[in-house]
């Protein structure tokens, strides 16, 4: 048990849609993101994707909705089986919780990320 400081863990690495795990909570694993463009549409059928903006902004798209602006300190989740796409125009840096062993690529035909520890 320690502090964490994700400004540290995110200055380790310099890729883009990569998550890195910085601790576990329950069955699930806490992890920080960067990322710059946009992403594959996708969805989660068994839970829902956290997203909590530490710097910068994002875009969440909702199929069928318009495009949501999330800001730094804002967090968004988007329900399990709702196909979004997060993306963002200059780097955003996001505080990521997911089940253990959860794809962050969804169902979309994209590898996912193999979420190192930091």
Not at 30 to 58: I, N, P, R
Not at 94 to 114: F, H, M, Y
């Amino acid at each position: 048990m320690k502090p964490i400081n994700l400004s540290e863990k995110l200055a380790m690495f310099a890729t883009h849609w990569d998550p890195h795990v910085v601790a576990d909570y329950n069955q699930n694993e806490v992890m920080v993101v960067k990322f710059q463009g946009e992403f594959l549409f996708h969805k989660h059928e068994e839970t829902d994707d956290f997203f909590y903006v530490l710097e910068g902004e994002m875009f969440m798209d909702i199929e069928g909705e318009d495009s949501k602006v999330v800001k730094a300190g804002e967090l968004f989740v988007v329900p399990k089986g709702v196909v979004h796409r997060p993306r963002a125009e200059a780097e955003v840096k996001v505080l990521l919780i997911e089940p253990k062993g959860e794809p962050n690529s969804g169902d979309a035909d994209r590898a996912p990320a193999p979420k190192p520890r930091v």
